[in-house]
Protein backbone atom coordinates (compact mmCIF):
# COMPACT_ATOMS: atom_id res chain seq x y z
CA UNK A 1 0.00 0.00 0.00
CA UNK A 2 1.38 3.56 -0.80
CA UNK A 3 1.40 5.96 1.82
CA UNK A 4 0.38 9.35 0.81
CA UNK A 5 2.09 10.48 3.66
CA UNK A 6 5.08 8.75 3.10
CA UNK A 7 8.03 11.53 2.80
CA UNK A 8 9.96 9.46 0.57
CA UNK A 9 7.27 8.90 -1.81
CA UNK A 10 6.48 12.44 -1.96
CA UNK A 11 10.65 12.73 -2.54
CA UNK A 12 9.63 10.33 -5.62
CA UNK A 13 7.80 12.37 -6.85
CA UNK A 14 9.20 15.44 -6.74
CA UNK A 15 12.29 14.39 -8.38
CA UNK A 16 10.41 12.69 -11.45
CA UNK A 17 8.84 16.26 -11.72
CA UNK A 18 12.24 17.80 -11.61
CA UNK A 19 13.69 15.19 -14.07
CA UNK A 20 10.59 16.55 -16.14
CA UNK A 21 11.62 19.84 -16.13
CA UNK A 22 8.41 20.41 -14.35
CA UNK A 23 10.03 22.87 -11.92
CA UNK A 24 6.41 24.64 -10.94
CA UNK A 25 4.92 20.64 -10.07
CA UNK A 26 8.44 19.91 -8.75
CA UNK A 27 8.36 22.66 -6.59
CA UNK A 28 5.35 21.93 -5.25
CA UNK A 29 6.34 18.32 -4.40
CA UNK A 30 9.59 19.23 -2.43
CA UNK A 31 7.55 21.65 -0.60
CA UNK A 32 5.22 19.26 0.43
CA UNK A 33 7.64 16.41 1.06
CA UNK A 34 9.74 18.98 3.23
CA UNK A 35 6.16 20.12 5.38
CA UNK A 36 6.03 15.95 5.79
CA UNK A 37 9.44 15.70 7.24
CA UNK A 38 11.20 18.87 7.73
CA UNK A 39 14.40 17.21 8.38
CA UNK A 40 14.64 15.63 5.26
CA UNK A 41 17.95 17.77 4.04
CA UNK A 42 17.89 15.74 0.65
CA UNK A 43 14.07 17.56 -0.17
CA UNK A 44 15.34 21.02 0.72
CA UNK A 45 18.65 20.11 -1.76
CA UNK A 46 15.95 19.16 -4.38
CA UNK A 47 13.66 21.90 -3.55
CA UNK A 48 16.90 24.23 -3.61
CA UNK A 49 17.72 22.52 -7.63
CA UNK A 50 14.04 23.10 -8.59
CA UNK A 51 14.23 26.88 -7.20
CA UNK A 52 17.48 27.35 -9.05
CA UNK A 53 15.82 25.64 -12.78
CA UNK A 54 13.56 28.46 -12.47
CA UNK A 55 15.56 31.42 -11.72
CA UNK A 56 15.02 31.72 -7.84
CA UNK A 57 18.59 32.26 -6.49
CA UNK A 58 17.62 33.45 -3.21
CA UNK A 59 14.98 30.75 -2.48
CA UNK A 60 17.77 28.53 -4.00
CA UNK A 61 20.50 29.33 -1.06
CA UNK A 62 17.66 28.90 1.96
CA UNK A 63 16.98 25.56 0.69
CA UNK A 64 20.76 24.43 0.26
CA UNK A 65 21.48 26.22 3.42
CA UNK A 66 18.79 24.14 5.36
CA UNK A 67 20.15 20.93 4.02
CA UNK A 68 23.69 22.25 4.49
CA UNK A 69 22.52 22.55 8.42
CA UNK A 70 20.26 18.91 8.29
CA UNK A 71 23.53 17.21 6.99
CA UNK A 72 25.35 19.15 10.28
CA UNK A 73 27.25 21.51 8.25
CA UNK A 74 26.85 24.50 9.86
CA UNK A 75 29.67 26.46 8.49
CA UNK A 76 29.21 25.45 5.10
CA UNK A 77 25.55 26.80 5.58
CA UNK A 78 27.27 30.20 6.70
CA UNK A 79 29.75 29.86 4.24
CA UNK A 80 27.46 29.89 0.65
CA UNK A 81 24.93 32.49 2.15
CA UNK A 82 28.20 34.86 3.16
CA UNK A 83 29.70 34.35 -0.53
CA UNK A 84 26.15 34.74 -2.07
CA UNK A 85 25.72 38.00 -0.20
CA UNK A 86 29.15 38.97 -1.27
CA UNK A 87 29.87 37.16 -4.75
CA UNK A 88 26.70 35.88 -6.10
CA UNK A 89 24.78 33.20 -7.07
CA UNK A 90 27.26 31.62 -9.20
CA UNK A 91 30.36 32.09 -6.82
CA UNK A 92 28.33 30.81 -3.90
CA UNK A 93 27.64 27.71 -6.11
CA UNK A 94 30.57 27.41 -7.22
CA UNK A 95 32.00 27.49 -3.12
CA UNK A 96 29.48 24.73 -2.02
CA UNK A 97 30.96 22.32 -5.01
CA UNK A 98 34.26 23.09 -3.70
CA UNK A 99 33.55 22.04 -0.49
CA UNK A 100 31.73 19.00 -1.62
CA UNK A 101 34.18 17.78 -3.56
CA UNK A 102 36.87 18.33 -0.14
CA UNK A 103 34.52 16.16 1.65
CA UNK A 104 33.97 13.51 -0.97
CA UNK A 105 37.84 13.28 -0.98
CA UNK A 106 37.99 13.21 2.81
CA UNK A 107 35.95 10.04 2.68
CA UNK A 108 37.51 8.51 0.35
CA UNK A 109 40.65 9.00 2.25
CA UNK A 110 39.37 7.40 5.09
CA UNK A 111 38.10 4.53 3.37
CA UNK A 112 35.21 5.11 2.08
CA UNK A 113 33.24 4.96 -0.65
CA UNK A 114 31.88 7.67 -2.87
CA UNK A 115 29.96 6.95 -5.88
CA UNK A 116 31.47 8.85 -9.11
CA UNK A 117 27.75 10.39 -9.89
CA UNK A 118 28.73 12.30 -6.75
CA UNK A 119 32.07 13.80 -8.23
CA UNK A 120 30.15 14.54 -11.44
CA UNK A 121 27.54 16.51 -9.92
CA UNK A 122 30.49 18.31 -7.69
CA UNK A 123 32.88 19.23 -10.39
CA UNK A 124 29.51 19.91 -13.06
CA UNK A 125 28.40 22.52 -10.57
CA UNK A 126 32.48 23.56 -10.28
CA UNK A 127 32.67 24.47 -13.68
CA UNK A 128 35.26 21.83 -13.99
CA UNK A 129 34.24 20.43 -17.36
CA UNK A 130 37.64 18.18 -17.46
CA UNK A 131 36.86 16.62 -14.47
CA UNK A 132 33.32 16.37 -14.39
CA UNK A 133 33.54 14.36 -17.69
CA UNK A 134 36.44 11.85 -16.14
CA UNK A 135 33.99 10.95 -13.26
CA UNK A 136 31.15 10.86 -15.83
CA UNK A 137 33.07 8.14 -17.52
CA UNK A 138 33.74 6.29 -13.80
CA UNK A 139 30.04 6.74 -12.81
CA UNK A 140 28.48 5.49 -16.15
CA UNK A 141 31.29 2.13 -15.41
CA UNK A 142 29.42 1.83 -12.16
CA UNK A 143 26.50 1.59 -13.76
CA UNK A 144 24.10 3.72 -10.89
CA UNK A 145 21.37 6.09 -11.74
CA UNK A 146 23.38 8.67 -13.40
CA UNK A 147 23.81 6.48 -16.63
CA UNK A 148 19.62 6.06 -16.58
CA UNK A 149 18.97 9.51 -15.85
CA UNK A 150 22.01 11.09 -17.89
CA UNK A 151 19.81 12.56 -21.05
CA UNK A 152 17.41 14.12 -18.48
CA UNK A 153 18.86 15.04 -15.53
CA UNK A 154 18.92 19.41 -15.68
CA UNK A 155 21.66 19.08 -13.25
CA UNK A 156 24.10 18.07 -15.98
CA UNK A 157 22.74 21.21 -18.64
CA UNK A 158 26.29 22.55 -18.35
CA UNK A 159 27.92 19.19 -19.93
CA UNK A 160 25.42 19.13 -22.42
CA UNK A 161 26.25 20.32 -25.73
CA UNK A 162 30.03 19.18 -25.42
CA UNK A 163 30.67 16.20 -28.08
CA UNK A 164 32.03 14.14 -25.21
CA UNK A 165 28.60 14.56 -23.65
CA UNK A 166 26.79 13.18 -26.50
CA UNK A 167 29.50 10.72 -27.45
CA UNK A 168 28.55 8.98 -23.74
CA UNK A 169 25.24 8.99 -24.05
CA UNK A 170 25.39 7.13 -27.79
CA UNK A 171 27.26 5.02 -26.54
CA UNK A 172 24.97 3.87 -23.60
CA UNK A 173 21.67 3.98 -25.97
CA UNK A 174 24.18 1.39 -28.23
CA UNK A 175 24.44 -0.90 -25.23
Given at each position: ?99 KIEALNARIAKGGYVPAADFVQAYTRAGDKEQAFAWLTKAIQERNRLAWEL ?25
Open positions: VLDPLSPRLAYGMARLRFLARDYDAAIEEYSKTVKLDPSFALAHEGLGYAYEKKGLPNESIAEWANALILTGDNEGASILRKTYGESGFEAATRKLAERKIDPRLDRLRGDPRFEQIVQSLSST
